[in-house]
Nanobody, 116 residues
Framework: VQLQASGGGLVQAGGSLRLSCAASGSGSSIDVMGWYRQVPGKQRELVARIDSGGSTKYGDSVKGRFTISRDNVKNTVYLQMDSLKSDDTAVYLC???????????WGKGTQVTVSS
């Protein structure tokens, strides 16, 4: 299974972006999908995750601003990012795994840049 992320770009503070991550396959290996983000010199940070049943988990810094959703037919996860801040600037990394505690697949990152 491979993951293909899209939707990153440049946006002004306060604006919105929507990321997509499509899996090339299906099944238990992608039961949990989601996003982390990475800034050079900083630790990788949880953004949001969702399982095939729709249960979600968000990082504290994005709660109330970002919404993760999933289309199990298309094997695609979406991240709606609203009220973006300059601190949200990062490479966003799509990932998948068979459970909440295991990540086995990483996609190539997509850059999100928020200008203040």
């Amino acid at each position: 299974v491979q993951l293909q992320a899209s939707g990153g770009g440049l946006v002004q503070a306060g604006g919105s972006l929507r990321l997509s991550c499509a899996a090339s396959g299906s099944g238990s290996s992608i039961d949990v999908m989601g996003w982390y983000r990475q800034v050079p010199g900083k630790q990788r940070e949880l953004v949001a995750r969702i399982d095939s049943g729709g249960s979600t988990k968000y990082g504290d810094s994005v709660k109330g601003r970002f919404t993760i959703s999933r289309d199990n037919v298309k094997n695609t996860v979406y991240l709606q990012m609203d009220s973006l801040k300059s601190d949200d600037t990062a490479v966003y990394l799509c990932h998948a795994g068979p459970s909440w505690s295991i990540i086995t697949i990483w996609g190539k990152g997509t850059q999100v840049t928020v200008s203040s």
